[in-house]
């Protein structure tokens, strides 16, 4: 292959690269099959296809199934010999949108040192697609894109030396939907070695049954036209639906793509598991964001106090009072009250979805805190929250404060991360870019050595039940060491684990 240099010469980027033979045909809902090779030299010098997937705030609408790319990037002067440590990024999205290119490696690698490498997955029901049709034994049902993830990594483990990288140092991380992921990869026995260390940014370990996901599936195919009563004919139909109009059938469907357990490469449930200590015992660096929430109730400006009563009752029914009179409505209000509120309880009960009934899914709040306790029980643990309310978020409203928002630390670690087409580092102030900097190298040093050491930092040492601490990372110099129980005080832990 023949990758392309960075403009300052500083990063070697060899992209789009096919880690698995394209998805298509035959192979719509298979699990990922290897690469038929090729001769000469290829061109390794742009990024692959994205994925197929609706149009979001990340990027256009997608109907390409030829998709499954990796891009490794390493430092330009690096040399095959010195088998550097790699960080290989899931990127979230909720399993439906999302793009490896959109976090461009060049600043953590340009600055630490470590190869840094992206890849897409297949996304929504191209990844997520459980159905009894496709899949009569549930060997891998529902699971394809999570089998592409693993497919990404043994291709590390097998060329990233060629790249000077080292395969016993691999790194896994993700946020959110990548985040999901990496948790289910420390527990599935098919991804046992092809990692040494796993990073959880506002991540979960949620998984759902087959019996959860075929009538999902089911209902999917039917609205896409496929209801035939015999599961082979409709799995037919299905496949034989053009991308583009399964794109569209997505977007109008009430289908949610989450993994399924009770499969091969996920037998038991990752959050079980996580608590039982059956799971890859690695170090991890695992945090969320200090208003999770706000992302998502960042619309849902101008209800009444009526309005977020009626929001409680339908989310919580006989549990609405006590969350009422733990967060009740004020005397002074304006037209961010109601979504500060909503978006208090999603980060502190660690729920998503700000107008139905939540998914559980353990992002932020007390959620992230007890997984961070169980994983801290059998093997090392570096715990942050993203704590600063000063930056720019992903959720552009005039005067509403998102900055420790989800996804809000994605720009400080990709500065080419963009939302709406802004790129979000272009609204940085001088304690923003200061605190991109710190952050980088925090997780260049776990990457490199395991524990996220820096000097002249602020000393991060490690999480355990006899020590239980956090990093707060906040602009300005203000990144401190806080106490668990500080932590559990802000998000009300108490209170949710009384009431459920």
Same mark, same amino acid.
């Given at each position: 292959m023949r990758g392309v240099v960075s403009a300052d010469g500083r990063v070697a980027n060899f992209l789009g690269i096919p880690y698995a033979a394209p998805p298509v045909g035959a192979l719509r809902w298979r699990p990922p099959q290897p690469v038929t090779a090729w001769t000469g030299v290829r061109p390794a010098d742009h990024y692959g296809n994205v994925c197929a997937q609706p149009a979001s705030g990340d990027g256009p609408s997608?109907?390409?199934? +030829? @998709?499954? =790319?990796?891009?490794?990037?390493?430092?330009?002067?690096?040399e095959p010999r010195e088998r550097l440590p790699v960080y290989a990024y899931i990127h979230g999205g909720g399993l439906i949108t999302g793009d490896g290119s959109y976090y461009n490696m060049e600043k953590i690698v340009r600055e630490t040192g470590v190869i840094g490498v992206t890849f897409n997955y297949r996304l929504g029901v191209f990844g997520f697609l459980a159905h009894p049709g496709l899949d009569a034994e549930r060997?891998? !049902?529902?699971?394809?894109?999570?089998l592409d993830q693993q497919a990404a990594l043994r291709w590390l483990?097998?060329?990233?030396?060629?790249?000077? #990288?080292?395969?016993?140092?691999?790194?896994?991380?993700?946020?959110s939907a990548g985040g999901w992921s990496v948790c289910a990869q420390l527990v599935s026995p098919s991804s046992r070695g092809l990692f040494a260390q796993g990073i959880i940014q506002s991540?979960? @370990?949620q998984t759902q049954t087959a019996a959860e996901a075929d009538p999902a599936g089911t209902r999917f195919a039917a609205s896409a036209g496929c209801s035939d009563s015999n599961p082979a004919n409709a799995a037919a139909c299905l496949r034989a639906l053009q991308a583009a109009d399964l794109v569209n059938d997505e977007s109008t469907s009430d289908f949610t793509p989450i993994l399924v357990r009770g499969t091969r490469p996920l037998p038991a449930d990752p959050r079980s598991a996580i608590h039982s200590g059956t799971f890859a015992h690695v170090p991890v660096l695992i945090g969320a964001t200090r208003d999770e929430g706000r992302t998502f109730t960042g619309?849902?400006? #101008? /209800?009444?106090?009526? +309005?977020?009563?009626?929001?409680?009752n339908a989310v919580f029914d006989t549990r609405a009072g006590a969350v009422l009179g733990q967060y009740p409505w004020p005397g002074n209000t304006d037209r961010l009250t109601p979504a500060y509120?909503?978006?208090? %309880?999603?980060?502190?009960?660690?729920?998503?979805?700000?107008?139905?009934?939540?998914?559980?899914?353990? %992002?932020?709040?007390?959620?992230?805190?007890a997984l961070i306790d169980d994983i801290a029980r059998y093997t090392r643990v570096y715990a942050y929250? /993203?704590?600063?309310?000063? #930056?720019?978020?992903?959720? *552009?409203?005039?005067? =509403?404060?998102?900055?420790? #928002?989800?996804?809000?630390?994605?720009?400080?670690? /990709?500065?080419?991360?963009?939302? +709406?087409?802004?790129? %979000?580092s272009s609204l940085f102030n001088g304690g923003d870019r200061q605190l991109s900097d710190q952050v980088v190298r925090y997780w260049g040093a776990f990457v490199k050595t395991g524990a996220p050491r820096v000097a002249g930092?602020? !000393?991060?040492?490690?999480?355990?039940?006899?020590?239980?601490? *956090?990093?707060?990372?906040?602009?300005?110099?203000? !990144? *401190?060491?806080?106490?668990?129980?500080?932590?559990?005080a802000e998000h009300h832990c108490s209170f949710w684990q009384r009431v459920g």
């Open positions: 997608s109907a390409s199934e +030829d @998709c499954l =790319y990796i891009n490794v990037q390493r430092p330009a002067l690096s060997e891998v !049902s529902g699971n394809y894109g999570f483990r097998r060329n990233v030396a060629a790249f000077g #990288g080292d395969p016993s140092r691999v790194t896994i991380g993700g946020e991540g979960s @370990c619309t849902d400006v #101008g /209800w009444t106090r009526s +309005d977020y009563e009626h929001w409680l509120l909503a978006g208090a %309880i999603l980060t502190d009960a660690g729920l998503i979805g700000p107008s139905s009934l939540p998914i559980e899914a353990g %992002i932020g709040g007390c959620g992230t805190e929250e /993203w704590a600063t309310r000063a #930056g720019p978020g992903i959720v *552009q409203i005039p005067g =509403y404060a998102d900055g420790a #928002g989800h996804a809000g630390e994605l720009a400080y670690l /990709w500065p080419n991360f963009e939302e +709406d087409g802004v790129r %979000i930092q602020p !000393s991060w040492p490690a999480h355990s039940p006899a020590a239980p601490v *956090q990093l707060s990372l906040d602009t300005n110099g203000h !990144s *401190q060491l806080l106490d668990d129980r500080a932590m559990s």
